[in-house]
């Protein structure tokens, strides 16, 4: 019985996971702000640092593994939950629960980076430009370093309108207020307190002026290139520590706030009762037919501004849905069957909302570039060629991951997740799709599942679902269960509802198909709400051997 691909991934190579999760924090700022004693004071890092001269000429960074190899396999269960085996994680986790001490950072390696200073002269920063592009470009969070015992942020103002063009969307901008210990105060109050290596009174009320200051600065320079807020700012002092774990701390918050999420929506940790996935994914198809002619027949695929087009569009259409109907957008995709665009994206999404999502992960969509010109087709056959030539190769048998399985957790626990895995396996994934006539549902499941579903036009108006069982190209079958086409009369949908129910819940997923270049929704926004509240109501499918 075979395992997850992804799990069988982790265990075979967990270097390489832990790479491809890395999360990385670079610190920038002017010259002799303290960015190299600020990182040794949060990391533990020995680099050079000089009040005098600026120590940092080039790029410099370290790395940090977090995690045993028994964590990364933990973390991969709770992976797991996310696929719908939720009692049988939530069993297996629970052992681990006190001493899992990973459980707030769900990144397995940071990486952190210290740029070289602007401001230390002109020619230095034309010199360095390449190096901040490069690096700004791959921060996850990036702490800019300012001080406090300074007005003039004219050089941070200029830097940051030339890199945030360079910012990823994502990006979670820090600014590091360093040196408040030198923070000024009025006369005849006092300054910091050297004994108990904190500020005084009179600077900590200075403080939130000191914010407010430097934060209307920082945001007009922004313009809304990424969100940005008060509560971003930390003071700090990298000499006397003060401050410095609050800055650790709002560096990592990201990360935290995504894990601790991902734990309290299935009540680990919490009094709560797990909450389980909606198995549902709204997919708009057809976003073909947004441009036309932006479409280039010889590639396969939209032009720039046909491509920026269909995601404006779509974008419209996910926010109308996602409050309209009240669902989250990670249950929605688009793309076109038609064309095979953005399969890949659709089958991702089917993956994380599915009961059984892992029996799906080696599915592979047709191929786009089968539709595009020769030439093209053939570059990106050699290109795959390539990849695959540098990709792992596959030496360890189905036995020895379970044996190297063993010895990251207990047998009982390894025998218990086969057992569960072994039962699921048995059952094929069960598929409900629905939509309007004309939206493209069969034309979907082929593309999609690799499959080659045949059927005849049926009268409009038909009560009877066609289901169809078909093997996978990677082994393995899918039950597909084409429901009838809702929205012709109130007196059809009527009747329609009572097939609905009654397959619905037994579904390990619904997929639900509209047009993307449609414009009216009503119809489907409350078909969304009614799929909603069956599988609310059924939170795990209907199984015959229940």
Same mark, same amino acid.
């Given at each position: ?18 790479? @491809? ?31 005098? *001269? ?41 052992? &681990? ?72 969307? !994502? ?58 807020? @008060? ?13 410095? $774990? ?53 590639? %396969? ?9 269909? $995601? ?10 996602? #409050?309209?109907?009240?669902? %989250? /957008? ?34 592979? +969509?047709?191929? +786009?570039?089968?539709?595009?010109? +020769?030439?093209? @087709? ?10 695959? #030539?540098? !990709?792992?190769? @596959? ?15 207990? #047998? ?32 979907? *499941?082929?593309? =999609? ?18 289901? #169809? ?12 269960? /084409? ?13 329609? &509802? ?13 997929? =639900?198909? =509209? ?32």
């Amino acid at each position: 019985m075979p395992l997850p691909s992804w799990l069988t991934k982790i265990i075979r190579s967990p270097a390489r996971w832990l790479e @491809k999760d890395r999360l990385t924090v670079v610190f920038f700022g002017k010259t002799g702000v303290g960015k190299s004693s600020t990182l040794n004071a949060l990391f533990g890092l020995n680099w050079d640092t000089d009040p005098a *001269i600026a120590c940092t000429k080039k790029p410099q960074f370290a790395d940090f593994p977090v995690g045993s190899r028994k964590q990364v396999v933990t973390f991969a269960l709770y992976l797991l939950i996310d696929d719908g085996l939720h009692r049988l994680a939530l069993r297996l986790l629970q052992y &681990d629960l006190d001493t899992f001490k990973y459980a707030d950072f769900p990144y397995h390696q940071l990486r952190v980076v210290d740029l070289p200073g602007i401001g230390e002269t002109s020619a230095a920063d034309r010199k360095y430009m390449a190096y901040y592009k490069k690096w700004v470009a791959k921060a996850d969070v990036l702490v800019w370093i300012t001080q406090a015992d300074t007005r003039a942020y004219k050089r941070d103002e200029i830097f940051l309108k030339k890199l945030k063009p360079f910012f990823k969307s !994502s990006l979670s901008l820090i600014l590091a207020l360093n040196k408040i210990d030198c923070l000024e105060v009025y006369e005849g109050q006092k300054g910091f307190d050297i004994d108990k290596r904190q500020p005084s009174p009179d600077q900590l009320k200075l403080i939130p002026e000191k914010i407010d200051d430097i934060y209307g600065i920082f945001q007009n320079a922004l313009d809304g290139a990424i969100v940005f807020e @008060k509560s971003q700012i930390v003071p700090y002092t990298s000499f006397y520590s003060w401050g410095l $774990e609050s800055l650790r701390t709002k560096i990592l918050a990201r990360s935290s706030k995504i894990m601790k999420s991902f734990l309290n929506k299935f009540g680990i940790g919490s009094a709560k009762p797990p909450e389980i996935p909606l198995r549902l994914v709204v997919g708009l198809n057809q976003v073909d037919k947004i441009t036309p002619d932006g479409w280039n027949e010889k590639l %396969n695929k939209p032009e720039k501004e046909a491509k920026n087009e269909i $995601e404006r569009r779509c974008k419209d259409v996910i926010k109308k849905l996602t #409050k309209e109907a009240e669902i %989250n /957008d990670t249950n929605l995709e688009y793309y076109s069957a038609l064309k095979r665009y953005r399969l890949i994206n659709l089958l991702n999404k089917i993956i994380q909302n599915a009961y059984v999502g892992f029996k799906l992960g080696n599915i592979n +969509p047709k191929d +786009p570039f089968e539709l595009a010109d +020769p030439e093209a @087709k053939k570059y990106a056959d050699e290109q795959r060629k390539e990849m695959e #030539k540098s !990709s792992d190769q @596959k030496v360890s048998s189905e036995n020895q991951i379970l044996k190297q399985l063993e010895e990251i957790i207990s #047998k009982d626990e390894l025998n218990r997740l086969t057992s569960k895995l072994q039962q699921e396996a048995e059952l094929p994934p069960k598929v409900a799709v629905i939509g309007q006539s004309g939206v493209g549902k069969t034309t979907t *499941i082929n593309n =999609l599942f690799n499959a080659d579903l045949k059927t005849s036009p049926t009268t409009v108006g038909t009560t009877q679902p066609q289901t #169809k069982e078909f093997t996978l190209s990677t082994g393995g079958t899918l039950t597909v269960i /084409d429901l009838p086409g809702y929205g012709r009369s109130e007196k059809e949908d009527q009747e329609y &509802d009572k097939i609905y129910q009654d397959i619905i819940p037994s579904c390990d997923l619904i997929l =639900l198909v =509209l047009q993307a270049d449609a414009k009216d929704f009503a119809d489907d926004i409350e078909m969304i709400q009614k799929i909603k509240k069956w599988l609310q109501d059924c939170p795990t499918p209907k199984r015959e051997t229940n």
